[in-house]
């Protein structure tokens, strides 16, 4: 049976944080997340949706926004900036993914950087490691999962999930 493609970004699977881990953050004015979206910082402290920020901080945690005025919330792709974010901030937090392009040759168990991928952030609340690209290096996938209603093993290939962590020398808490 064919894998599902159901990329829903980074499912933080429980147990594996401490929710004292969980942050608020203020958004820059172009931020578009979802729950379970990555997080970046840029160098004014705001939290992104971009890559190109300054570094990974972690994984939003819910679909809202806490606006910076009065504390309401919003929907958080709706936010202004300066409204606040959850951000699940934790480095060693274990995560459940959808992987493009799963190969029996991955590197799960490696300690290397050029065992690890980046993240596609083309669909903000669908994001997926990238097997096909190691330029950031953000991810490390640590084993195969399972398929999500069926829990049948996911199988190698195409839209493989699988359960990673943040590359530690990439997250901004990481070598702390």
Known sequence: MANLSLAKG???????????????FPVKASYT?????????????????SASSTRLIGIQMGDFAYKSTTGAQVVASSSAV????????????????QVNTG??????????????????????GGEFIDSA???????????PAHEPGTGAES????????FARFNHSKHAFGGL
């Open 82 to 97: 300066g409204d606040f974010i959850e951000v699940l901030c934790d480095p060693n937090v274990v995560f459940y993914a």
């Open 10 to 24: 980074l499912e933080p699977i429980a147990g594996s944080y401490s929710s004292n881990m969980i942050f608020r």
């Open 155 to 162: 199988a190698v290939g195409a839209n493989m999930k699988g």
């Open 103 to 124: 190969a029996l040759a991955d590197p799960y168990t490696t300690a290397a950087s050029a065992g690890a991928f980046d993240l596609d952030l083309a669909t903000a």
């Open 33 to 49: 997340g979802k729950r379970y979206s990555p997080v970046y910082i840029d160098s004014a402290g705001r939290a992104s949706g």
């Open 133 to 143: 690209t190691s330029t950031l290096d953000e991810v490390k996938i640590i084993a």
